[in-house]
């Protein structure tokens, strides 16, 4: 019911985005980092932002706050440490529009702890990394690195002018979200629960540096009988 109105160009698609919606429920129950979850699509208007607010809306009770990184390597490393200083539980980079090959951003997502020089001090600290990040861009450029730390989300509108689209089953989505959220969530944490009382069965597939991650997203989405999780992935 949630997702009804989004149109994801494969099953793996539509998993990755349930798993993006998971993610904040069961992120102390994940030792370690979790993937970016890249939300892209081939033109604008898409809904990438608007699925992102989604996530955000189901676990916080409001929309992302968005931010961006620059190609400057020294900015991106600040931007990262006062993102991760305000503990947000869902990080946004919106609408990257350049070539993401951040160094920077490639050792936050394998970064349990991250460690940084406050700006205009000399102390360093030690900052936690339990947030879900998120990340929209239309045709994406990834670095190896960058790309191997992302869970996709592809949206496929087929269509050249996607804002235009109409017909929608909640409109506007946001606000449906809002007044319905109790039982969203509660519908969230019976897919968890569910998993729980089967004893936690595992995922079966495997992803590099984030395999906590894989083995209670992918375990609750089989259990709950979600196909695609982990596939597509060399698209």
Do not use: Y
């Not at 350049?98 to 406050?118: C, G, N």
């Not at 947030?131 to 496929?156: F, Y």
């Not at 509660?186 to 079966?204: D, F, M, N």
């Amino acid at each position: 019911e949630l997702l009804v109105d989004f149109l994801f160009a494969t099953p793996s698609d539509r998993a990755h985005a349930l798993a993006a919606i998971l993610l904040p429920f069961v992120r102390r129950m994940i030792p370690g980092c979790t993937p970016i979850h890249l939300v892209e699509a081939p033109v604008p208007g898409a809904g990438k932002g608007l699925l992102s607010d989604l996530i955000s809306l189901l676990a916080l009770g409001k929309p992302c706050e968005p931010t961006t990184l620059s190609r400057d390597e020294d900015e991106s490393r600040k931007k990262i440490t006062s993102i991760l200083l305000r503990a947000q539980p869902v990080i946004l980079l919106d609408n990257i529009n350049h070539a993401m090959e951040s160094a920077q951003l490639a050792a936050a997502l394998t970064a349990d702890v991250w460690t940084d020089r406050i700006l205009g001090e000399s102390r360093m600290v030690d900052l936690p990394n339990r947030a879900t990040w998120l990340m929209t861009a239309n045709n994406p450029e990834l670095s190896l690195e960058i790309a191997r730390r992302c869970v996709r989300i592809r949206l496929d509108p087929r269509t050249d002018r996607p804002w235009e689209r109409t017909g929608f089953r909640h409109n506007p989505l946001r606000d449906w979200v809002r007044a319905e959220r109790a039982r969203l969530v509660r519908a969230a944490l019976t897919l968890v629960l569910g998993w729980i009382s089967r004893g936690k069965p595992p995922g079966e597939k495997v992803l590099g540096s984030f395999e906590a991650w894989a083995a209670v997203l992918g375990g609750i989405l089989r259990e709950a009988g979600v196909p695609g999780f982990l596939e597509d992935t060399e698209k």
